[in-house]
């Protein structure tokens, strides 16, 4: 099972980008990077997904390095909504559903006025 | 898009009784779906894998015979905490993964589980 190595925490302000790196050193060659929103007593939400390179969506970019080794999520112009638990998740998804993941610490961030 | 429905959203039980919870997938089936538990500040941790007719697949620590799963059919796994004790409370989430391709995992809203 890919380990996720992520900060514990980071601070930002309103209006910022804030940029939160996950290290996956020993991601396999068919599994995903997913990230995830959660806010206290939800569950988590899908936020972006890739296999390589670059994604953008209409709420974040993920960027991928060619080695796969680690991954970062971006997210444009935070507001204080944006408070949250990210986490970083790899793994196959989809169809090969008998795989389970693990969350590992997450990084809480926190968006200040 | 595919949306995982959990109930109750939250539930107070006695110590020494039964709390039954349920994770739905409303618009797709789910073969297979995983339940999570959550303490406060803490990240979810895995606690077993639901499998549509067959038994429950459990983590290494989690007492399958306290926390009886049963996924009774392809859009429906039930978490049943029996003789629930205050070290039960806790955040419980379900999930299932997506039918088309890389499709990511989709997460119940969660149970709030307090054991007065």
């Known amino acids: 099972l890919a380990k996720t190595t992520q900060p514990i925490s980071m601070d930002s302000y309103e209006g910022q980008e804030v940029n939160i790196t996950c290290s996956h050193n020993?991601?396999?060659?068919?599994?995903?990077i997913t990230w995830y929103q959660q806010f206290p007593s939800q569950g988590p939400r899908f936020i972006i997904q890739?296999?390589?390179t670059k994604v953008t969506n209409e709420v974040a970019s993920l960027f991928i390095p060619a080695d796969r080794k680690s991954s970062t999520l971006s997210l444009p112009r935070v507001s204080l909504s944006d408070t949250a638990v990210y986490y970083c998740?790899?793994?196959?998804?989809?169809?090969?559903?008998?795989?389970?993941?693990?969350f590992g610490s997450g990084t809480r961030l926190l968006v200040r006025p | 898009g595919a949306v995982v429905s959990q109930h109750p959203s939250w539930v107070i039980c006695k110590s020494g009784t039964s709390v039954k919870i349920e994770c739905r997938s409303l618009?797709?089936?789910?073969?297979?779906m995983f339940w999570y538990r959550q303490f406060p500040k803490q990240s979810l941790m895995l606690m077993a894998t639901?499998?549509?007719?067959?038994?429950?697949?459990?983590e290494q620590g989690v007492e399958k015979d306290k926390f009886l799963i049963n996924h009774a059919s392809l859009t429906l796994s039930t978490l049943t905490v029996t003789s629930a004790h205050p070290e039960d409370s806790s955040f419980y989430i379900c999930?299932?993964?997506?039918?088309?391709?890389?499709?990511?995992?989709?997460f119940g809203n969660g149970t709030r589980l307090t054991v007065t």
């Open positions: 998740l790899v793994g196959p998804q989809g169809m090969d559903s008998s795989y389970k993941l693990i």
């Open positions: 890739g296999y390589k």
């Open positions: 999930s299932a993964p997506g039918v088309f391709g890389n499709s990511p995992l989709h």
């Open positions: 618009d797709f089936q789910a073969t297979t």
């Open positions: 639901s499998n549509e007719g067959s038994k429950a697949t459990y």
């Open positions: 020993n991601i396999a060659t068919n599994d995903y």
